[in-house]
């Protein structure tokens, strides 16, 4: 019996790579794992024997955490993938991922690309998130600027790329191991938006760990997150939040919120808390 991570599933087949051996095999599911209604996903870790040729996967392994789309498990580290020009960043976008991040309990990343194109945007989202403790790389996937500093962060992990089309996902994968030559999409002049080239969710294992790009416009639903959870997942108003005249404060319509008052003094980002109530709002017509 071996162990190894799923990386990649088509219908019944399964890709799984073990790192330990530096082999990818095909395998399928045992009987009675098919038979339980189990679902395999990438990330899956799993156990497997060789059966007269075959590969055939017993068991899989307790998982630390599954998200539904993309279908990932056992994830150590969201990389959400901003650029600084082509498409504009999408501040509403990056702290709803931020805010699932923390329900998930997952590592989060803010990966700046394209700062060859504008020297500024980059600097001034180190100022409003790294104060947060969330960790911000600067890169130029063209120009291979920060890849260095972003290889550190997903050694030995199972990292996500989350992020709008057009970003540079591709191009920074591309970085990271010249070989995977995954295709690299540009802009459509009439969207404004980057143009799809990820298909599936495909782990790409390496000698370090695994990283996945996500097909598309990647949305993790937001509804996943209670309600009542919400602004816990915002980090910077654990500070003040005792504060508020209400236990459970919202800090939306409630008098005597002091989360709000920082927001008026400038101790709260506006745009951040902006967004906030923006989500508030989403996940309560959604629920």
């Not at 990649?8 to 073990?18: L, M, N, S, V």
């Not at 969710?201 to 416009?217: A, Q, S």
């Not at 989360?259 to 101790?267: L, P, Q, R």
């Given at each position: 019996m071996k162990e190894a991570t799923v990386i990649?599933?088509?219908?019944?087949?399964?890709?799984?790579?073990?790192l330990e051996q530096g082999l990818t095999l095909r395998a399928f599911a045992r009987g009675r794992l098919k038979k339980g209604g189990e679902r395999i996903y990438p990330g899956d870790r799993v156990i497997y024997r060789d059966d007269k040729g075959s590969t055939i996967i017993e068991e899989i392994l307790p998982r630390q955490?599954?998200?539904?789309?993309?279908?990932?498990?056992?994830?150590?580290?969201?990389?959400?993938?901003?650029?600084?020009?082509?498409?504009?960043?999408?501040?509403?976008y990056l702290d709803k991922m931020l805010a699932l991040a923390q329900w998930f309990q997952i590592s989060a990343l803010i990966c700046?690309?394209?700062?060859?194109?504008?020297?500024?945007?980059?600097?001034?989202?180190?100022?409003?998130?790294?104060?947060?403790?969330?960790?911000?790389v600067l890169t130029s996937a063209v120009e291979s600027e920060g890849i260095d500093l972003l290889l550190e962060t997903v050694t030995g992990k199972i990292a996500v790329l989350?992020?709008?089309?057009?970003?540079?996902?591709?191009?920074?994968?591309?970085?990271?191991?010249?070989?995977?030559d995954l295709p690299v999409g540009g802009i459509s002049e009439k969207l404004g938006r980057g143009k799809h080239t990820t298909k599936?969710?495909?782990?790409?294992?390496?000698?370090?760990?695994?990283?996945?790009?996500?097909?598309?416009?990647?949305?993790?639903?937001?509804?996943?997150i209670p309600l009542k959870i919400l602004p816990h997942t915002f980090v910077e108003f654990s500070k003040f939040a005792d504060g508020c005249r209400f236990s459970g404060c919202f800090h939306h319509k409630e008098p005597d919120c002091v989360?709000?008052?920082?927001?008026?003094?400038?101790?709260i980002c506006r745009q951040r808390f902006d967004n906030y109530i923006r989500l508030l709002k989403e996940i309560k017509e959604n629920g």
């Open positions: 990649q599933t088509a219908g019944g087949t399964f890709y799984i790579h073990d955490n599954l998200l539904k789309k993309p279908k990932v498990s056992n994830v150590d580290e969201l990389i959400i993938v901003k650029s600084v020009e082509e498409p504009a960043p999408d501040f509403y700046v690309n394209k700062i060859d194109l504008d020297g500024q945007t980059g600097k001034i989202i180190k100022q409003i998130y790294e104060p947060l403790k969330y960790k911000v989350l992020g709008p089309s057009g970003v540079g996902k591709s191009t920074i994968l591309n970085c990271l191991n010249p070989s995977w599936h969710t495909r782990l790409l294992p390496w000698e370090k760990g695994f990283i996945t790009d996500t097909p598309g416009f990647s949305q993790l639903n937001v509804n996943l989360v709000k008052e920082n927001v008026e003094t400038g101790e």
